[in-house]
T-cell receptor
Framework: SQQGEEDPQALSIQEGENATMNCSYKTSINNLQWYRQNSGRGLVHLILIRSNEREKHSGRLRVTLDTSKKSSSLLITASRAADTASYFC?????????????FGAGTILRVKS | DSGVTQTPKHLITATGQRVTLRCSPRSGDLSVYWYQQSLDQGLQFLIQ???????AKGNILERFSAQQFPDLHSELNLSSLELGDSALYFC????????????FGPGTRLTVL
């Protein structure tokens, strides 16, 4: 079963607009990671934010994390057609031994040119 | 290109058969993870290995097994295949077994007929 829920399930915007995707999760985590997937291909790692961080930037990406609300958001600024993809949040739950990622269902982003 | 390689890219087989999926982690990464992506279950963690030893187990069926070899490559063996095993199988790797980013390979698309 998936821990995360992502909102919205699908998002359609015009090129140049900003896109915001939200993720909620259920258990305590070490970190939260965002991935992009183009049409059933491999997952591309975008950014990792640790549980003691509140905000992180990477190029046109901005991620926030609110551990009290167990939620995160991914903002893509000045979107491009090439940003069209599925975006997944993945949490790394605190485990006694080992590690795993628990994925949300993903947000399908379509950027129209 | 994440540096994680997976072979084969595509695999078509029949029910009841057995297949082996192969993964080579990024240079320097000691931990390997296997995930399954299907339409109904989404992305699910299967199993983690670190430096040859099993570290964490997820929703992996008894018909499935994995191992990590001394050269750090990993294999996922799927036996007595069923139609429902059709999915994308991803391998990921990370530097250490706990807090770091996981980088994903391009995946193996398994079709069971």
């Amino acid at each position: 079963s998936q821990q995360g829920e992502e909102d919205p399930q699908a998002l359609s915007i015009q090129e140049g607009e900003n896109a915001t995707m939200n993720c909620s999760y259920k258990t305590s985590i070490n970190n939260l990671q965002w991935y992009r997937q183009n049409s059933g291909r491999g997952l591309v790692h975008l950014i990792l934010i640790r549980s003691n961080e509140r905000e992180k930037h990477s190029g046109r990406l901005r991620v926030t994390l609110d551990t009290s609300k167990k939620s995160s958001s991914l903002l893509i600024t000045a979107s491009r057609a090439a940003d069209t993809a599925s975006y997944f949040c993945a949490t790394s739950p605190i485990m006694e031994y080992g590690n795993k990622l628990v994925f949300g269902a993903g947000t399908i982003l379509r950027v129209k040119s | 290109d994440s540096g994680v390689t997976q072979t084969p890219k595509h695999l078509i087989t029949a029910t009841g058969q057995r297949v082996t999926l192969r993964c080579s982690p990024r240079s320097g990464d000691l931990s390997v993870y296997w995930y399954q992506q299907s339409l109904d279950q989404g992305l699910q963690f299967l199993i983690q290995y670190y430096n040859g030893e099993e570290r964490a187990k997820g929703n992996i069926l008894e018909r499935f097994s994995a191992q990590q070899f001394p050269d750090l490559h990993s294999e996922l063996n799927l036996s007595s295949l069923e139609l429902g095993d059709s999915a994308l199988y991803f391998c990921a790797s990370s530097v250490n077994p706990t807090y770091n980013e996981q980088f994903f390979g391009p995946g193996t698309r398994l079709t069971v007929l």
